[in-house]
Structure formats: structure tokens, C-alpha cells
């Protein structure tokens, strides 16, 4: 599915994204969670309420520890692959502590002298000082109720340039303590970023389809409130001025997508609970401009839909195009009309005549995806053209696609369809047209 | 983590069942020598006699200025013909200068080896992959093998990760509870014993080798546990058990690279073009940016899923 060259290694990351793109400012503030909360309430970016910080040891016996709430979360400020944290859940019955996700028993001393490790800096790197917080507790949204043993799933975006590229929620497990922790055992799970539904599930090596020891199955999951999501974790690049950066998002069950933490330099899983090479994307996008999160996250819907292709394949066959097909357009707020469109396997995007564009519609400046980025080499030599947002039924299958605006005033069909668009389609060439 | 402890055990086992081989290998290296060493001297007919009756040691160390490690390095320098100092020769004329004011050869033949086996540890991590704690351990890591043996080494160093891992798990599981830098230092204290109790072993085990373990090398091993347990105390006991694995190959890797006689001949005869050639590996391993060895065996399923 993936060619070598398609995949993104920790070279790649760190020389040509990470390094590049990420400022020494906004990677202090990525390094820091108290930092990260700073600079996105700045932005009016949820996140979870922080009761209160430990800076020095004089602050932990001085603080009130009964009047922490039924359950909160205890964390370093600087951890690393989420270690060194307690996260509580309700209250032990014998009210002298609290008990934890993994139903484990903390009392006050026990929390104690946990701040203390963390200010010693037993869990951030090379050991320097900490900041210990305790924040509001997240609960598990009743979308994942089913799903997530224990802890909180939480969804990894990453961002680059503004568009959310590849995404993946990680799924809490018997053997990750309830941790929402690939390297101690949490699922990987891909989800498309067109729709928000999962695709499929990497653990310990492997793919699976159902959640271990039960007959639930890991894909098709839909993600609520997607595009808020997606869109948070654009406004987090935007707030931080990270251009390259994975943003952790939680659900609040009521109050929607809040935001965890953000990492400068996201781990590279991501590909394979999604099957996908991030290199390839990260390419895709690399010099567009990108106005605001909205137009970020049409870009990456049309972008990086996954194709279904081959549950298409499974379910109704491979279906034989000919080499003229008739196509229904879909135009917003405008009735949809039926066209011939040329099938061209040599052109990689689709192609739609601009005076039919304008007529639909499509040349609003909400459907423009971007503007003159390629000059395009086509048979009519290099030109500069807009790619808009189209969508199209072919063949029984409804398309939602990017396409380039061209004058094929001139050409016996309006609209081209290109490789990007005919996953799943057999071409008989000598059909008659 | 099962996997890495069997291939750890493996490794041991193979290393002690190797050792009398290996020692038998060395000992007919040393004949040879002897034998080669005898001829060149029957030939010079001069100081014969000093060279046919060697004090017995052990293992030829070159971490040591001793006369049998520093002799055959000057008889190198010596036999080389040089041309003109300039373009080719400035660092060869300025080795010779300095070994003639009786600096030993064998530090600078040492220290010149050093960014070879940097260089040497950067590939690992970039190339193939393997990451090791940073640079600076597994390179002091396999001087320490140098000087002590690898088998005493080794023996050193899993001390040291037993020690430091069995304080840890018997600290979480009887609930004593200390603070971070006490608990680091009552860990210090345990791997300090552990190393004694090997040296207090040696009337037993009667290891030659463990003849001539100085300080410095058992200090480095000291600082590694420190470093060691930092790594277990932050992340997973598999974590740290992989890193410790993937150091411990790396330096025996560099252990080989230091000791190839056929290296440390090129360093001390070539060392212009052996610096050019480690400066040069250093900078295209810089801008390599394609998947590592082992990144290929990491996403395999994305690679052959199609």
C-alpha cells in the first residue's frame, strides 16, 4: 500500500519537518504542558481546568488536599510518554484518599510525596526540576463507552502547515493499565480524516478488527464533534506557531474537544494504525497557503478522504468504465446536472471546464481549496489554475474530490476524471463512446 | 523484554563457553607475535634477549603504556617512508615529533579512534537504527572493554543492570518509600557492593583479567548505572533492559573496532586520510533523511500491505 519512500522515518522528521518548521518558542511552549495551557487560552482553545500548581515543596504541605474534587488528574509538568501520572476517579469509601482508573488506592501521603518525586524531577527529562499540577479530570465520552478499557481514549492529530494530515485515536486496554499509551499497550486506531470514522486498528504489532478478547469491532467507530476536533487541533499549530506539531485531544463528554498536550516532534505509528505514509501527505501540502483552521480542514477532507476502495471492491464488484461516462455534478444550493466526463488514467487530478465551474457555482471563494499553486503541465502547456472542492456520482459511487479549473471550452467533454478519483474502476478502452 | 533477556543470557553463555576458545585464540596470536617478534629480533641481533624473556601478562592492553603495546606501534611509525610534509604528511611529521618526545603512541592512536567510533556509533542510530544511551556511553563503554577484557566488562556491566533493577522492583514492592536523589544514591551505593562483591570473587573465580581492573574503568561503569537508573526510574523496565541491550552491542561493536590491529595500523600510518574519511561519513550521515534499517522492520506491514 505504501511505497518506502512514502513512509516518514525519524530522519525525514526531525531534518525536513521538525526542525524546520518548529520555532524554539513555540517548541518551549509544546515542551511544557502548564506553557501549552498559557498560550492556548490565549486563543480560546479548550482545556482542562487546572486546580493548582506545585512549584516549590513549601506549597505541598500548605495546600488544603481535602478540598481536591471527587477526581482530578496529578502531573508532571515536563513528562514524558505520559509517565509520572495519577489520575483518580472517585473517592475511596473510607474518604482518607481517592481511588485511581486502575482502581488502585491513593491517600494524601501517598499523592504527597508523588509531587515531591515529580519536583525532584524523577519524570522529566534529564531529570532537571519539575512542575507538579492537578487539572480536571476528562472523562470518557459514551461514543467510546464500549471501546476504551478504563481510561480516556484520546485522538492524536497532526497538523502541518495548518492542515490536519493524519489522525488516530489511541484505545485504553487491559494491558495499558488503562493508558492511553502506545509503548504501554494502548490500540492504535485510524480514522479517516474525511469522515472521522475509524478504519482499522494496529496493537502489538499486528492488525486487528475486533477490541482483544471481545467480538467488538475497531473500525467503523464514528468520532463525534470531527471537525471541531480537527479544527482545535489546527487553532493549536495556529496558537503556537508550530507549523509541524501533534495536538492530543480528549472528548468532554460535555464540553466538547478539550486539549491535553502538543508535541513537537509526534511519533510515527500514526502510519500504521492508518496504513498511510505520512511523508506522501506531508508533501501534498507542503507550500499552500492556508487561510485559517476552516480552510485547512476542507483541504485536508478532500485531500486525505480515504477511498473505501476496497470495501467498495468487497461489496458490489469492480465496476468497467467506459471511456466517455456520464456524470452526475452535485452543486451546492443548485440542481444537480448530468454531464460526460472524459476518463483519462494519464491525468493524476480531475479537470472541470470553468465556464461550467462558474455556472454551478464552484468558483465561490468558500469552495476554492487554493489558487495557482501548480502551473500545471498538461497538453495545453504550463498554466496556473484553481482547485476547487467537487463532487461527482460516477458509476453508482458518489465522489467527493479536489479539481482543477480549466478552459475546455474547446474539448468535446466539460469533465476529466483523473487516477486520483478512479480507485476501484476498470477502463475498457474499446467500448464504443 | 523476554526476548532481550534470552538473547542477554545467550550471549553470555556464548561468551564464557567462547572464552577458553578465545583465550586459546589469543594465546596463538601471541605465539605468533612472539615468533614474528623473535625473527625481526634474531635478525637485528641486538637486544634479543629483552624482547625473548617478556614479563607474562595477562592480555596486551592498549589502554596501557606499557613496553609490548608501545613498541610495535613505534616500529610501525619507523618502517613508514615519508615524503614531504606538505600536502599529505603534516599530521604524520607531527605524530612522530611528538612520539619522539616520548609521548606513547598508543594515546594518540586511542584518542584518534575516538571520532571513528562516534562516527561509528552515529550510523548505528541513523543507518540502522539502534539507539543506545546517546554517544558519549557506549564509546566510553568499549574503552572500558578495552581495558579491562570484554568478558570482565560485560560481567561488570550486567551487574550493574541487575543490581540497579532488582533495588528498584525490591524498593516498589516492599513500599519503602524515598525521595529521588537518597533513592538514586542508595541505588549507587548497591551497584558499588555488587562490583565488590566481584572483586572479592576473584580468589574463586580466578578470572586473570580481573588482574588488572583499575579505577578508571570501574568508575565509568559506576557513572553508566547512574545513568541507567535515571532511564528506569523515567520509563519501563523494558525500555531501559532494550537501551542497555542495544549499548552493550554497540560497544562490543566498537570494542572490535578498536582493537582491529589492521584500524589501528591506517590510523597511526593514514591519519590524514582517516580523518577526512570520519568527517566526511559524519556530514552525509547528516543529510540522510531516508528510513533506517530498522524502520523497514518497524512499518513492514505498511510496506507489504499492498
Known sequence: MARTSDILGLNARSQLYSYRYNKPPGKKKAASKLATKRALMAYNIPIPQ?????????????FDWTSLPSSFALKPNKGLGGEGIIVVKKRSKSEDGWITTNRRKVTIEDLKLHVLDILEGAFSIRNVPDVAYIEEFVGRHKAFRKYAFRGTPDIRVIVFNKVPVIAMMRLPTKQSGGRANLHQGAIAVGIDIATGITTKAFWRGKYIKYKPETKRKLNGIKIPKWTKILETAVNCSIATELDYLGADIVLHPEKGPMVLELNHQPGLSIQLANAAGLRKRLARVEDLRVKDAEHGVKIAKVLFAGRFADRVKAEEGIKILKPVERVKIYAPGKKTIVINARIDTGALRSSIDRGLAKELGLLKEDNILWKRRYAYRSAHGRQPRPVIVLIFRLA?????????????????????????????????PVESE | MRKTGVVLVTLLAFLFLAKPCLAQFIDNASENNQSLAVEKVEEATVSAEIVLTPTPSPRPDITEKTLEVVEPLKRLLDEQVLGTVWPFNPIKYAIRGAVDASVPPNTIVLLLLLPGIAALIAAARHLVGIRGFGIFLPAALSVVFVATGPIVGIGLFLVIVIVSTGARIVLRRTKIKFQYLPRMSFILLLVVLGILSVLFAAPLIKQSSLANVSIFPVLILVLLAEDFSRVQVGKSAKVAVNLATETLILSLVSYIFLTLESVQKFVLLQPEMYILLVAATDLLMGKYVGLRLMELWRFRKLISSG
Do not use: W
Request: aromatic share 6%.
Open chain 1, 396 to 428: 453508482g459511487r458518489k465522489i467527493k474530490t479536489s479539481a482543477s479549473v480549466a478552459n475546455r471550452s474547446k474539448l468535446a467533454t466539460p469533465l476529466l476524471i483523473g487516477r486520483n478519483d478512479l480507485d476501484g474502476f476498470l477502463v475498457n
Open chain 1, 50 to 62: 487546572t486546580y493548582v500548581k506545585f512549584v516549590k515543596p513549601l506549597k505541598i504541605n500548605k
